[in-house]
Structure formats: C-alpha cells, structure tokens
C-alpha cells in the first residue's frame, strides 16, 4: 500500500487526504484521523529498445475548513468520535508506441481542494454521498509489438534500394540458420557471404529469390574480424582461429559439400587478441590483423604471419593508389621472422658453422639461431650476427635440434627465396637401406 505525502497545517486547521473523500460529519472535539490511499498503478507498455524514465510526483488533496471552532482547555481525545478518511485509489495508464530511446514522462501533481465556508451547526451533518470522483482519460491505449529479428537478411527491388516486397516477390528476406546478430554482408563471385555472431553463410541467387547454405557454425570474434575482395575473403572465428574463403564457381546445385572455408589457423597468436579488426590489401595481397594492441600481417602467397602494425582499421585502393586509415601513426615493427625446429633429419648431435641466405635487400640483416640439446627443454638462444653482403654468416651452435631467426630494423618489402644451414652431424653412419636383404 502507498502512502501519500500528508502535512497538517493548523489556523485554519487543514487536514489532507486521499481522493475521492466522503464528508459525513463536522468533528467539534480531538479527534484521531487517519488518511489512507490505495495504490497508484502505473501500467507501462514498452516495444523495442527503449529506455524509459517515469516519474509520478505526489497527488495532493487538500480539505480546507473555515470557522470558528475553539475549546479551552482541550478537551480529552474521544475515540468514539475517531473517523477514517480512505481513498479508493486511481489507475494511471501511460502508453509509448514507436521507437524512441531515452525519453522521460513526468506527471505534474493533481491538486484537488475542498473547502468547507461559513458556520459550522454542531451536530450537523454536510453531506453523507459528497463524493469527489476526478477522472483522467489518455484515450484507448494501442500496442504494436514487433520481435527484432538478428539474424535475417533482406534484398531489395533490383536497381533500387526499395526493400518493400510487392506482389512480384523481387524484393524479399529470410532468416539464416545459426542465432545472433549478422556483422557484415561481402559479394565473393556470383554469390555472397554473410557474417555474423553466429556463423557464417553462403546465399546464392535462385530465381528470384536466394539459396541458403550454411558454411560455418562457429561466430566470428568480433564484428569486423572479416574483409577481402570478390576474389578471396578471411575471416577469424570466437576461437581465434584465421579461415579464407575463395571464389567459387557456380556449382550444379548450391549444396555442393566442398564448399567449405580452408583453416589457416594461427590460433596461438590471435586467440589473445581482443578485438580484432581485418583489412585487406588487394594491391600487395597482404592481410592486416590488428586490435590496438597487437597487429600481424598474413600473406596467402606464401602462407606467411608475421608482425606487422597495431592499428590500422581500413585499407583501400583506387586508380593503383592505396590508401590506409588509422586512429594515430602507423609504426611498423621491426621485421622478424622464426622458422620451425629442424634437426636434419638426425638426432645426432651437430654443430652448425655457416648460413647462407637466398635475399635480395638493402640495408643490414640480422641472424641468429635457437638450439637445444634435449627436446624436453627449452631453446636458448645466441646473440644477433649481422648477415655480411654475399649473404653467408659465420655462426658456430651446437645442439641437436635448431630454429633460424632473422631480422630487419628498417622497413623495406623483401622476399626471402631460401635459407641453407652447412654445418657437420658428429658420430654419423650411412648404412645402405637395402643390406641384409
């Protein structure tokens, strides 16, 4: 039960109450009054995302009694004489059609003021049915609720961006068959491929419609962890795994199971990543992945990730001229690069004396090599040498198992053809495979 703010003035003595308010009798002794009001209800109606604030204000009612009434000394309070003034209470009904966000709708107080003129006849009775109804009328409320629809797609009127679906059926929608919201929409041939929170699908035209076939399962990590071209798009998925998809042509029918995205991986770099942005330089055929903090570069030509700048969110070309976007500067790291663990094909112990590099760049290079003797433990690692002009380095190691680094402090495009390790492998036994036989 809600109480309504009550102040009690005196000379002239006014006694607020609840509405509607019944007066029976003129009270000539102290009395006892009790004001009670029902609750105030309050029925919201809300559709779509919105974010109301209501605020009710009290409803004050007001007696005024005017005369003359006094009593000396005070006369003892007597409980029979005690009256209950009680408020049936009201409904308050505030409706909100459409779209709208942040809006407030504050009630203004009601006040309502009864006053009682002129001499008051003991004993008397005002009225017994002097009710005070006050009704607020808003109109008859309508509600239109629509469901938002994440993960559906529309296509329009052909040369138009009408979406409206007329009897011709050209324009249309449909849902797709994973939950959450769709990302991004990008055309890779004669077909398109839609991104999302939940997966990604492929739609091909059909009629006048389109096919769907879902190809992924998995969301993607975050809502621009996606781009390429007609030709060739990446995706990197929740689990931070990176996935290329390559134009295909148009099958007999679109359910062909060997439209699949090809895994490139590199879960172990990217999982950490927070969220990542993916642009795509058509011109070097270079993919960027960046979130801020951490940034790699992907080429699918030779199926390389390397480090690469933290913050570029948007690549494009026009007329053979590329054009970059990012917050703040772009700062390229230093380039350097690992290759996997070799061991020669023994597990002999060796000891390297020289590398040789296949490479054509200016400026200086660096190598150095990790190696270890037992594979339980971890590489160490030698000092950085510098790579001379012809391309050999004189780097003795020892171990059994190997890794090759190389770097480069300033930023130049360079492609390295090979890498050649001479060295020797100790205690080493060639038996021809075919003796015993």
């Known amino acids: 039960m809600s109480i309504f703010p009550i102040t009690v003035y005196e000379a002239p003595r006014r006694v607020p ?4 308010l019944a007066l ?15 609750p105030i209800t309050i029925t919201i109606n809300q559709s779509g995302s919105i974010n109301i604030e209501f605020i009710v204000e009290p409803i004050t009612i007001t007696i005024n009694q005017r005369g003359n009434i006094t009593h000396y000394p005070p006369a003892l309070i007597n409980p029979a004489l005690d009256q209950d003034i009680k408020g049936t209470g009201f409904d308050t009904l505030i409706t909100i059609s459409g779209s709208w966000l942040n809006v407030n709708r504050d009630a203004n107080p009601i006040e309502v003021t009864l006053s009682v003129l002129g001499n008051i006849i003991i004993g008397k009775l005002l009225s017994s049915t002097a009710l005070l109804t006050l009704t607020l009328d808003m109109g008859d409320p309508e509600i239109v609720t629509i469901e938002t629809r994440k993960n559906w797609v529309k296509w329009s009127n052909i040369g138009n961006l009408d ?25 890779l041939g004669n077909k398109v491929i839609v991104y999302g929170e939940g997966g990604v699908s492929m739609l091909a035209p059909s009629s006048n419609t389109f096919g769907l076939l879902s190809i992924y399962k998995i969301g993607l990590k975050s809502r621009q962890s996606f781009d390429g071209d007609d030709k060739i798009q990446f995706f990197v998925d929740a689990i931070g795994k990176l996935y290329s998809i390559g134009e295909i042509a148009m099958k007999s029918s679109l359910f062909e ?43 699918p030509e030779n199926k390389s990730l390397g480090s690469g700048p933290i913050n570029i969110t948007g690549i494009g070309v026009r007329e053979d001229n590329l054009y970059i976007t990012a917050p703040s500067t772009i700062v390229n790291p230093v380039f350097e690069i690992c290759t996997d663990i070799y061991d020669m094909g023994s597990r002999k112990n060796k000891t390297i004396s020289t590398v040789e590099l296949g490479i054509d760049v200016t400026g200086d290079l660096w190598i150095t090599l990790d190696y270890r ?5 971890a590489f160490k ?26 770097k480069k402090t300033t930023f130049t495009y360079f492609e390295l053809d090979y890498i050649r390790v001479n060295g020797i492998i100790h205690n080493y036994t060639f038996q021809y495979p075919y003796i015993g036989r």
């Open 163 to 187: 979406f409206t679906i007329w009897k011709d059926n050209i324009a249309g929608e449909r849902p797709l068959d994973w939950n959450g919201w769709v990302y991004g929409i990008k055309k």
């Open 24 to 38: 029976s009798r003129i009270i000539t002794s102290i009395v006892n009054v009790d004001i009670i009001a029902e």
């Open 373 to 377: 003797l037992d594979k339980a433990v």
């Open 257 to 299: 199971s060997s439209i699949t995205p090809v895994e490139l991986d590199y879960s172990e770099y990217l999982n950490s990543m927070g969220r990542i942005v993916l642009s795509w330089d058509a011109l070097n055929r270079l993919l960027y992945i960046c979130d801020g903090v951490l940034g790699y570069v992907y080429s």
């Open 17 to 20: 109450a609840a509405y509607p």
């Open 381 to 406: 690692t030698l000092s950085w040498h510098k790579v001379s002009p012809n391309g050999v380095t004189n780097i003795p190691c020892y171990g059994v198992e190997f890794r090759v680094r190389v």
